[in-house]
């Protein structure tokens, strides 16, 4: 795939994360999925990561070399460097790591690491012999050991020895203390001292005024030494030696651990990359289907990016991008370009949670200026061959851009050429995005079943661009309008429009206009259809979650009534087997009748709690047979209306009701209601600047306010922050909806995102 759309700028911000020389190693030759079994099965592994490290995990990999590139050489040479074998333990512990947590969390990532060998008696082996610099240990041989043990004892003899030449030569020394000079002990004498003492000259100072003479006393034991330094190399041989050849015994062992740590280390570094840049993972559309949600541009800041929601599907597959210049269209054609690319490639892609993309074979276009020098082609010529070649390698598991398509030659001409591409485009059945300015492709999008045009709005008085996506709606180019705002004089701007209206496609710009006039008041009633589904949606669930409740407390009910008929059944069967063992004694028939008669009536009966008591509207109830209780609002006959505190309310024969008191709980929200001053309380309430359990209670007093003063519609301000405020008033009003009818965004005038409007029962 060429790399028109910079994706090479994409992967430049990656190549820092991966640490270890195999991670870095896959990241530097990534290529782009074949197979979508293969993409999908990735796209699971970088979700599970993506999760991973929501949890809290950390990921951070060590730098590791990548021994496997080694193995060839310390077979020819017999030996593996120290900084090898601890770069190998530190990435075998940090994979057993890993191993441990993938685990406990489960999914594919434990799949992943669920076979692998056991090389734990290889690793604390070179734990045993190496400190963490590379060092060989004292102890890492007997050996070793005891050759360390007499250097050690040599050295400090010589010091000694040295020190006591020194005192008895002092008056001829320029130092009082040995020197330790290229690993040697030696003497400063004065110059003209310097035969006073057997021994060898080793060099003078600057001035020449001092000689450093190594005592003959002092070069039997440095030539001991010297000697115990060469067996203690040799010995480290041995051991590197017997430690290499133990470890290659396990070369294809390392080999799997090495592959299993640095894909890992790999797939945690687009992870945490994703993460970083705001990114998400898409899933892989079964349907050939488009649905990014949120589609910015990774190379802009985010704050200063524009989200847009973009949605293709085998109906739709070709989208036409009109409107004025600097409006968004090749921004938003280099983002779904470079999407698409990110996902073929297994990285996360610059949309939000809930997008999905299909598998593309490729992806093909031309986008921004390619006018070529070097082979003497224009720009349009250079936009010609590209296009030109984007469609001969184009099928239908393609995705085509084409950026001000037909541009840099006639109007006429460029605009025959970009319908005949277009229609090409769409018989090759691909997905296709194209801009244009050219009335005659907006007309053709409309048209033709598959297109769909696409806009971006505009200010038009301001003259700025909002750089928001429209589907379904074409876009003006409003160069007259922009011509005015920056100084063309009127008169010019009165005969363009003069001109404008002589052209013969002039009726193609009325229609189109009226057509985003009518999208318009289209998008207008589908919002407020889709409010009204959202109201009816919510009643409806919450009828259902109404109705759940009282299934459940009828099958309680049924429950406790049988339970209390068993009680009576089996206080019936010892009264009849009394009255057996009183006949049995002689006693008469009639009380042994008289008792089955009884269990009879017992067997047949229907356990029914019933009250007898004086009641009126306003007195708190209990209702034993649904386990609720609330306030009586209404009676009629011999039936009430009861209204719960669960929020449902009870129409039920006033027998069933059982006068009780009222909670405390109540009590205490009436009184507090009551005791504030809410004379003359304002419609919202504003909690910016309060602590989370202020706010909470702020609230909670508020609206019950609010309930008393009869107030249906209130605004809840908690601004935007770090949004704890926001998700608070949620829960509160998710909580009780007894008395909260529902609740929404403000809107633009009222706050937008900062505050809630909420509506009272």
């Not at 041995?238 to 390392?254: A, G, H, Q, W």
């Not at 949120?294 to 973009?310: A, E, T, V, W």
Request: charged fraction near 30%; proline fraction near 3%.
């Amino acid at each position: 795939m060429e790399d028109f759309l910079h994706f090479s700028k994409v992967l430049e911000s990656l190549k820092a994360y991966p640490k270890s020389e195999r991670g870095y190693f896959l990241f530097s030759s990534i290529t782009a999925f074949t197979s979508p079994k293969e993409l999908e099965e990735e796209l699971k592994m970088l979700t599970a990561a993506y999760a991973f490290l929501d949890s809290g995990e950390g990921a951070i990999f060590p730098e590791c070399l990548d021994i496997t590139k080694r193995f060839e050489n310390a077979h020819k040479t017999g030996l593996f460097a120290p900084e090898e074998f601890l770069s190998f333990a530190l990435e075998y512990e940090h994979y057993a790591y890993l191993k441990g947590k993938f685990e406990l969390c489960g999914g594919p990532l434990k799949d992943y690491v669920a076979f692998g060998p056991d090389l734990d008696f290889l690793v604390k082996e070179i734990r045993r012999i190496f400190v963490e610099s590379g060092e060989i240990k004292d102890k890492a041989s007997s050996e070793l050991y005891s050759i360390r043990l007499k250097i050690a004892s040599i050295s400090s003899s010589m010091e000694g020895e040295a020190r006591k030449l020194a005192l008895a030569n002092q008056s001829y020394l320029n130092s009082p203390e040995p020197l330790y000079r290229d690993g040697r002990y030696v003497l400063s004498f004065k110059s003209s001292y310097k035969n006073k003492l057997s021994g060898m000259i080793l060099g003078y100072s600057g001035s020449g005024e001092t000689a450093y003479v190594l005592p003959a006393r002092l070069l039997d034991l440095e030539n001991k030494l010297e000697e115990l330094r060469s067996n203690e190399k040799a010995e480290i041989r041995k051991i590197l030696i017997r430690l290499t050849k133990k470890t290659l015994e396990y070369e294809s062992e390392i080999a799997y651990i090495e592959e299993k740590h640095g894909y890992l280390d790999y797939l945690f570094a687009r992870a945490r990359w994703g993460k970083d840049q705001l990114m998400d993972v898409p899933t892989l559309s079964q349907d050939r289907s488009i649905a990014l949600k949120g589609l910015f541009h990774p190379g802009l800041r985010h704050d200063k990016s524009i989200l847009n929601d973009l949605y293709l599907d085998e109906s739709k597959r070709f989208l036409l991008l009109s409107g004025p210049n600097a409006g968004g269209k090749t921004v938003l054609m280099l983002s779904l370009g470079i999407a698409a690319m990110s996902f073929m490639h297994g990285l996360p892609v610059a949309v939000k949670e809930g997008s999905s993309l299909p598998f593309f074979s490729g992806i093909y276009g031309d986008i921004g200026d390619n006018q070529s020098l070097e082979d003497s082609l224009s720009t349009f010529a250079a936009h010609m061959e590209n296009v030109g070649r984007a469609l001969a390698k184009a099928d239908e598991d393609s995705l085509v851009l084409f950026d001000e398509l037909g541009s840099g030659t006639s109007p006429l001409e460029g605009e025959a050429i970009a319908l005949a591409v277009s229609e090409e485009v769409l018989e090759k059945k691909c997905f296709g995005v194209v801009s244009s300015h050219f009335d005659a492709l907006k007309a053709f999008a409309i048209d033709h079943r598959g297109a769909i045009n696409g806009s971006f709005s505009y200010d038009e008085q301001g003259i700025k661009p909002t750089y928001r996506l429209q589907m379904g709606v074409p876009g003006e180019s409003l160069a007259l309008t922009a011509a005015a705002a920056y100084g063309l004089d009127e008169k010019i701007l009165e005969r363009a429009k003069k001109h404008l209206e002589g052209q013969s496609d002039f009726s193609v710009s009325e229609a189109l206009r009226k057509l985003k006039e009518q999208y318009g008041e289209y998008e207008a009633l589908s919002n407020d259809l889709s409010k009204e589904k959202a109201q009816y949606d919510e009643r409806l669930a919450r009828l259902e979650k109404q109705q759940e409740e009282l299934d459940r407390r009828r099958a309680s009910l049924k429950e406790e009534a049988a339970r209390e008929k068993d009680e009576l059944l089996q206080k019936a069967e010892e009264k009849i087997k009394e009255a057996m063992a009183l006949l049995e004694k002689g006693s008469k028939t009639h009380e042994l009748i008289k008792a089955r008669k009884e269990l009879e009536e017992l067997r047949e009966s229907k356990v029914e709690r019933t009250f007898d008591e004086a009641l009126s509207v306003g007195d708190y109830v209990e209702i034993p047979s649904y386990e609720a209780e609330g306030r009586i609002m209404k009676i009629q006959g011999k039936r009430a209306e009861v209204n719960g505190r669960d929020g449902f309310t009870y129409k039920i024969e006033t027998k069933y009701l059982r006068k009780t008191k009222e909670p405390a709980l109540q009590k205490e929200m009436k009184a507090r209601v009551r005791n504030e001053s809410f004379s003359s309380l304002p419609l919202e309430l504003n909690m910016l600047g309060m602590r989370y359990e202020e706010a909470q209670e702020a609230l909670a007093r508020y609206l019950d306010a609010c309930r008393v003063k009869g107030i249906k519609r209130v605004r809840i301000i908690h601004g935007f922050g770090t949004g704890a405020l926001r998700r608070m008033t949620e829960e509160y009003l998710n909580g009780h909806s007894e008395f909260v009818l529902s609740y929404e965004r403000a809107g633009a005038s009222e706050g937008g995102l900062g505050a809630t409007i909420v509506k009272l029962r």
